[in-house]
């Protein structure tokens, strides 16, 4: 019978890095630790679990079989240890991913009285505006804006964030304001991630709609960058009201076109464990859905 669970856990985190430093690095150990810590587990069982080369670390066939087996099973006994502790405090280590506006603007923010509640929980947040390999970097849940990909996950609606298209008031002064959504094709556009949806530039009024398919004269890979762009005087772009609220509210950006309707964005939370997700994803999550209803802010502009 195996008595080290931390054992195991190491294991399944080699095996989806596929790396002993990268692995060594998350736990605080040694690589030769950890190599040692996966040799006696692999003779404990009596099975090569893990093929090792100079180029990379690859689970063998016993040892992809074991990683399915043992990762649904290290989830359900965080979940069982956190159903009996009376107080419901969380403990060990919550991954969260998220794009970078919405991380920093609006989950942060709202997660503190979360935190708070939950001393012994570490919350680490990875903030990036491109896709990931969820499972590989054991996050726990992600949250995603827009259209999610087709897959096995479980993913649960958070909220609908209005999208606006915004300029700054330097560039309006320079290039006047578009009228109608027509008009912006003969303006400078300004690209980020959250522009390059294909609802982005889709407009409605009174029942009638209308697309606008317009090419970016500067763009850049994260929405804050696009927000940056737009403040200096780059051009238009076309992001959700809560990543600019602030430059709104200051008079950085001015919002165009404010008569026609723009679809919403829609903000999931991504469970890449399915049904075993951990305990303290599921609460986080639960914690910001009750937060942005109760926030009248999150109301569309």
């Given at each position: 019978?195996?008595?080290?669970?931390?054992?195991?856990?190491?294991?399944?985190?080699?095996?989806?890095?596929?790396?002993?430093?990268?692995?060594?690095?998350?736990?605080?150990?040694?690589?030769?630790?950890?190599?040692?810590?996966?040799?006696?587990?692999?003779?404990?069982?009596?099975?090569?679990?893990?093929?090792?080369?100079?180029?990379?670390?690859?689970?063998?066939?016993a040892g992809g079989e074991f990683?399915?087996?043992?990762?649904?099973?290290?989830?359900?006994?965080?979940?069982?240890?956190?159903?009996?502790?009376?107080?419901?405090?969380?403990?060990?280590?919550?991954?969260?991913?998220?794009?970078?506006?919405?991380?920093?603007?609006?989950?942060?923010?709202?997660?503190?009285?979360?935190?708070?509640?939950?001393?012994?929980?570490?919350?680490?947040?990875?903030l990036a505006d491109r896709r990931?390999?969820?499972?590989?970097?054991?996050?726990?849940?992600?949250?995603?804006?827009?259209?999610?990909?087709?897959?096995?996950?479980?993913?649960?609606?958070?909220?609908?964030?209005?999208?606006?298209?915004?300029?700054?008031?330097?560039?309006?002064?320079?290039?006047?304001?578009?009228?109608?959504?027509?008009?912006?094709?003969?303006?400078?556009?300004?690209?980020?991630?959250?522009?390059?949806?294909?609802?982005?530039?889709?407009?409605?009024?009174?029942?009638?709609?209308?697309?606008?398919?317009?090419?970016?004269?500067?763009?850049?890979?994260?929405?804050?960058?696009?927000?940056?762009?737009?403040?200096?005087?780059?051009?238009?772009?076309?992001?959700?009201?809560?990543?600019?609220?602030?430059?709104?509210?200051?008079?950085?950006?001015?919002?165009?076109?404010?008569?026609?309707?723009?679809?919403?964005?829609?903000?999931?939370?991504?469970?890449?464990?399915?049904?075993?997700?951990?305990?303290?994803?599921?609460?986080?999550?639960?914690?910001?859905?009750?937060?942005?209803?109760?926030?009248?802010?999150?109301?569309?502009?």
């Amino acid at each position: 019978m195996i008595k080290d669970n931390f054992a195991l856990r190491l294991y399944t985190r080699v095996a989806r890095l596929g790396s002993f430093s990268a692995a060594a690095r998350e736990t605080g150990l040694s690589q030769s630790q950890a190599s040692r810590i996966v040799a006696d587990l692999e003779t404990e069982l009596g099975v090569r679990l893990l093929s090792r080369t100079t180029r990379a670390v690859v689970p063998t066939e016993a040892g992809g079989e074991f990683l399915a087996r043992i990762e649904p099973i290290m989830a359900a006994l965080d979940e069982a240890e956190h159903s009996i502790r009376e107080s419901g405090e969380l403990r060990g280590l919550l991954r969260m991913s998220m794009p970078t506006s919405f991380g920093i603007r609006d989950v942060i923010p709202r997660l503190a009285s979360f935190a708070e509640r939950h001393p012994h929980l570490h919350i680490q947040l990875q903030l990036a505006d491109r896709r990931q390999d969820l499972v590989r970097d054991a996050v726990d849940v992600a949250i995603r804006l827009g259209r999610l990909p087709d897959s096995t996950a479980t993913a649960k609606l958070i909220a609908m964030i209005p999208r606006v298209i915004v300029a700054s008031p330097d560039y309006l002064a320079r290039h006047g304001a578009p009228e109608t959504p027509d008009e912006l094709v003969r303006h400078r556009i300004v690209g980020g991630s959250a522009a390059a949806v294909p609802t982005a530039w889709r407009f409605e009024r009174n029942g009638e709609e209308t697309a606008i398919r317009l090419e970016p004269h500067f763009s850049t890979d994260e929405n804050e960058g696009a927000i940056a762009a737009a403040v200096a005087g780059f051009g238009i772009t076309s992001t959700s009201g809560w990543a600019c609220r602030r430059e709104l509210e200051a008079g950085a950006l001015v919002r165009l076109l404010p008569e026609w309707t723009l679809a919403g964005i829609p903000v999931h939370a991504y469970f890449p464990m399915g049904r075993t997700t951990r305990a303290a994803a599921r609460a986080a999550i639960d914690h910001l859905v009750a937060t942005f209803r109760q926030d009248s802010s999150n109301e569309p502009m």
